[in-house]
């Protein structure tokens, strides 16, 4: 594995044999609607729980919104220029559901749809496959005044929505994930409050994840149904979990964080059951009486696919007596039940975010849902790292980024040799853009993007990341 912090010079793939990637590898990037389009309130679009919640004083970063963000929505065809410069072979967006069914309920605006049958056929002339995200966290306010994820009724309304987007471009759009993070919605939505809509209640944030789930498994039935060619999936966001040392009280806490962060989501989607010992840490939290005879099957609808986000590794140990849990993502609690769990940091080299840098975490996690839960094809559906970048002479010469791509490619590798059916890979993030609570004061992009003036700058990681895709390899090291 390269060591994130020399990373290899740009130009490297030209010594030495190359880690060459399965013939049709998918090379992508991925954005999502709220974090990059902007006209926010053009088109017919309304508001969306992140509309809400960024205009309200002390949510995000120095009250930055998604008002104009990157200005995506009117510069779309220039944005796939850019793309069809770097070669990609796919192109991960999400659908503002605001924008295409304003309100949530009822009918659809047809100038909302257009964006999407626009972007969607731009794409497909640049040879680039449209890789269609339904819901990247833009709930439309009036769905959140009824009650939001933690109601039952969310996921009636979500799927009648991906059916209605399945009606304007089902015929050009092969790949489809449901959810993006189902637990970011829940637990960051519903339970820390960090994210829109900034609800802080354990049970409520519980509810919203069986919601997502249950609504992504109604969407999929209805998209089986109209598509029958398409390959259907949803991106789930999983960290390895470990604990601090081999004590027994760290064991348990990284069981029990691992039970809320990646097996809340993995056992039911996959296995069509929630896991005992999380029900079992959760009973102070819920009785999951919200659970209805049914829901299991429907969540665990067959996919295609499965995706995965990831970033980093969590290491916990157990509450130690009289000492203040970490504040972890902003108190209350992303963890209900498991709130005095501390975080502990390692002292590895961290990104802007203070996310440890782990690309043997992006093997083990591969590994894990192929040989613990599914045989299906797995795509990286975003995986990147925040720096701070600076412009000098024009350029952006990210070197922090680039070798955080080339580590967890050549992760992803590893985990291919292994056996893992690993079929794509997206970069997070294609541009520069709204990272949610920090507002535009994070960059994860390949491309930089100048806030004042919109212009776009592709760093050395775009340029370097061309390369791979077109050598479909990196240079062994
Ligand atoms: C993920 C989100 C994505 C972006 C990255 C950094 O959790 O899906 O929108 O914010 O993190």
Not at 7 to 16: M, R, T
Not at 187 to 213: E, K, Q, T
Not at 266 to 272: A, E, I, T
Request: net charge negative.
């Amino acid at each position: 594995m390269s060591n994130p912090t020399h990373p290899p010079a740009v130009g490297v793939l030209d010594q030495g044999p190359e880690l060459t990637f399965p013939p049709g590898f998918l090379w992508g990037a991925a954005t999502a609607a709220y974090q990059i389009e902007g006209a926010a309130a053009e088109g017919g679009r309304t508001p969306s729980i992140w509309d809400t919640f960024s205009h309200t004083e002390g949510r995000v970063v120095s009250g930055h919104t998604g008002d104009v963000a990157c200005d995506h929505y009117h510069r779309m065809p220039d944005d796939v220029r850019l793309m069809a410069e770097l070669g990609l072979k796919s192109y991960r967006f999400s659908v503002s559901w605001p924008r295409v069914q304003p309100g949530g309920t009822g009918g659809v605006n047809q100038e909302g749809l257009d964006f999407y049958r626009r972007l969607v056929d731009e794409l497909l002339a640049n040879g680039i496959e449209p890789w269609l995200t339904l819901y990247h966290w833009d709930l439309p306010q009036p769905l959140e005044d009824a009650g939001g994820w933690p109601v039952r009724d969310t996921a009636g309304r979500f799927a009648d929505y991906a059916s209605l987007v399945a009606d304007a471009v089902g015929d050009r759009v092969k790949y489809w994930t449901t959810l993006n993070e189902p637990w970011c919605s829940a637990f960051l939505g519903y339970g820390s409050g960090a994210h829109a809509p900034g609800r802080s209640d354990g049970a409520d944030s519980v509810r919203a994840g069986h919601h997502l789930m249950l609504g992504h498994g109604l969407a999929v039935q209805a998209l089986r149904a109209k598509l029958p060619q398409a390959q259907l999936g949803v991106t789930v966001n999983l960290y390895p979990v470990t604990p601090a040392s081999d004590e027994p009280g760290d064991v348990d806490a990284a069981r029990r964080i691992d039970g809320l962060a990646n097996r809340f989501f993995l056992d039911p989607l996959l296995r069509g059951s929630y896991p005992a010992d999380l029900t079992a840490d959760l009973a102070e939290v819920t009785d999951f009486g919200h659970v209805r005879d049914g829901d299991l099957e429907i969540i665990s609808t067959p996919l295609d696919l499965v995706g995965i986000n990831y970033y980093s590794r969590h290491v916990v140990a157990a509450p130690v007596a009289g000492e203040e849990p970490d504040k972890y993502w902003r108190a209350p609690s992303c963890w209900p039940g498991s709130e005095d769990v501390r975080f502990v940091t390692r002292g590895v080299p961290v990104t802007d975010m203070d996310w440890e840098i782990d690309a043997p975490g992006l093997v083990e996690t591969l590994r894990r849902v192929h040989e613990e839960y599914t045989d299906l094809p797995l795509y990286v559906t975003e995986n990147g790292s925040a720096f701070v970048d600076t412009v000098q002479d024009g350029r952006v010469d990210d070197v922090d980024r680039l070798a955080y791509f080339d580590a967890h490619l050549r992760a992803s590798h590893e985990a291919i040799a292994a056996g893992v059916p690993l079929r794509g890979y997206f970069a997070w993030s294609l541009m520069d853009n709204f990272e949610w609570a920090w507002g535009y004061t994070k960059r994860f992009g390949m491309i930089w993007i100048d806030y004042d003036t919109q212009a776009r700058i592709p760093k050395s990681s775009a340029r370097w990341y061309a390369e791979v895709i077109r050598r479909n390899g990196l240079a062994a090291q």
